[in-house]
C-alpha cells in the first residue's frame, strides 16, 4: 500500500495525561471520565477522540462514495458516533461499542443507503475495525 499520510502523536500518562500530535496541531488534556473511577475532569478522553476521528473520516467517505456515484452531499450532512466503553464479557479487559447516526439530508433513502454502504468499505476506520467490532449505522 502505497502511504500517502503518516502522523505521530504522544500521549504521556495515560488517561490522567497528556496528548500532543507531532505538529501541535492536536495538544489535549486527558481526563478519566467519573464513569470509569476518575475525576471527571475538564480534559477529552481515549472514546472522545475514537468518536470525532471516526466521524470525520466517515463522512470524509460518505462524500468520496457520493462523489464517485454523482450523487450531491448537502453542506449539513452529519455523522455522529457514539462510543461506549465497557468490560469484556470473556473477563479479559475492555472493549468499545460503537454506533453512528448518519444524517443525509436531501438525498432520497434508497441511495442514503447504498452510500452509508459503501462508505464503510471506503472508511479506512471501518475496514480497520471490521470483523473486531460490529458499527451499527442507523439513518436519521
Avoid: W
Avoid at 453542506?75 to 479479559?92: F, L, M, N, Q, Y
Wanted: hydrophobic share 35%.
Amino acid at each position: 500500500m502505497p502511504i500517502l499520510y503518516t502522523t505521530k502523536a504522544s500521549a504521556t500518562g495515560g488517561r490522567q495525561g497528556h496528548a500532543r500530535s507531532e505538529d501541535g496541531k492536536v495538544d489535549v488534556q486527558l481526563d478519566t471520565p467519573k464513569e470509569l473511577g476518575g475525576g471527571g475532569g475538564p480534559g477529552t478522553n481515549p472514546e472522545q477522540l475514537f468518536a470525532a476521528g471516526y466521524s470525520a473520516c466517515y463522512l470524509g467517505a460518505l462524500k468520496f462514495a457520493a462523489n464517485q456515484q454523482k450523487v450531491k452531499i448537502s453542506d449539513d450532512a452529519k455523522v455522529t458516533t457514539s462510543v461506549g466503553i465497557g468490560p469484556r464479557e470473556d473477563g479479559g479487559g475492555f472493549g468499545l461499542a460503537i454506533s453512528m447516526e448518519v444524517s443525509l439530508p436531501g438525498v432520497d433513502r434508497a441511495k442514503a443507503e447504498e452510500l452509508v454502504k459503501a462508505a464503510h468499505v471506503v472508511c479506512p476506520y471501518s475496514h480497520a475495525i471490521r470483523g473486531n467490532h460490529e458499527v451499527k449505522t442507523t439513518l436519521v
